[in-house]
């Protein structure tokens, strides 16, 4: 008799009990699964966190990989502040290319024809015409783009123009520098006063160099658009340049520069 009560009141505990057991065991998995969830966004967050924090050097770890372009480009731009201190220290920095070219056209000699090799899209020949008045501009380009390959990003054909700009009063000589400047540097009548080289290469700026530089007038201005400040800048029209010095033992002295730009202003004193 007791044995079947006690076995009675067991039964009795167990279809209570094992219910409350069951919903226990269910709330327990679910409260496991949510922990693990919330293990794995703690630890992702952790892992952007760290990538904020300072490592043994110092250095944050999104920092610690460089985007490589960023890298030359600040190379380049070290190399060229460099070149002003040791060969430009009484230039004066310009705001802007327009600021900078209006600044060249006043420290120009009075008298003398307005060059540009390298028209392009006619930016600048249009600024050459405002600032110059009724004295004569002439600018030289193909209109088909670039003739070789320049630095990455300017492959042959690069600026290549459908349409020319039009021009108030500047003459335009058509065709490649070493098809249209023989003639007519032979046929000049006059010192060029100002000569803006936009070439971007060194063969187009050492072609324009030899034929105008012979002609240019006492303290004429020669304006380079494309100088330095960016990669491989030291192959290009900045080259051009340094050989013609080098060559000719020319008397210059260095005028102006555009900081956040690649334009840089000469004054060419004689040989």
Not at 31 to 48: F, G, H, I, N, S
Request: glycine share 6%; hydrophobic share 40%.
């Amino acid at each position: 008799m007791k044995r079947q009560a006690k076995q009675h009141i067991m039964n009795a505990t167990r279809e209570a009990i094992d219910p409350r057991l069951s919903g226990i065991e269910a709330q327990t998995a679910e409260l496991q699964r949510e922990v693990l969830d919330l293990a794995a966004e703690l630890k992702a967050m952790r892992r952007r966190v760290e990538s904020h924090l300072p490592r043994p050097d110092g250095r944050p770890e999104h920092l610690a990989r460089y985007n490589l372009a960023d890298v030359l480009a600040w190379r380049a731009a070290q190399t060229s502040a460099e070149f002003i201190e040791e060969h430009m220290s009484d230039a004066v920095a310009m705001p802007s290319r327009a600021d900078h070219l209006r600044h060249a056209v006043g420290h120009a000699p009075g008298t003398g024809v307005i060059l540009e090799c390298g028209v392009g899209s006619g930016e600048s020949l249009t600024w050459l015409e405002d600032l110059t008045g009724s004295r004569r501009v002439v600018g030289f380009d193909s209109f088909e783009g670039l003739p070789e390959d320049w630095r990455p990003g300017f492959d042959a054909g690069a600026f290549a123009q459908r349409e020319r700009g039009r021009f108030r009063r500047a003459e335009l000589c058509v065709g490649l520098f070493e098809d249209t400047l023989p003639a007519f540097i032979a046929a000049l009548d006059e010192p060029i006063a100002l000569l803006h080289v936009d070439c971007d290469l060194y063969s187009s700026t050492r072609t324009v160099l030899s034929h105008c530089m012979p002609r240019l007038a006492p303290n004429a201005v020669v304006v380079f658009d494309e100088f330095f400040n960016y990669p491989g800048w030291q192959q290009h029209e900045a080259k051009a340049w340094f050989d013609w010095l080098d060559d000719t033992a020319t008397d210059v002295t260095y005028l102006s520069f555009v900081p956040s730009w690649e334009q840089v202003a000469v004054v060419v004193r004689g040989a």
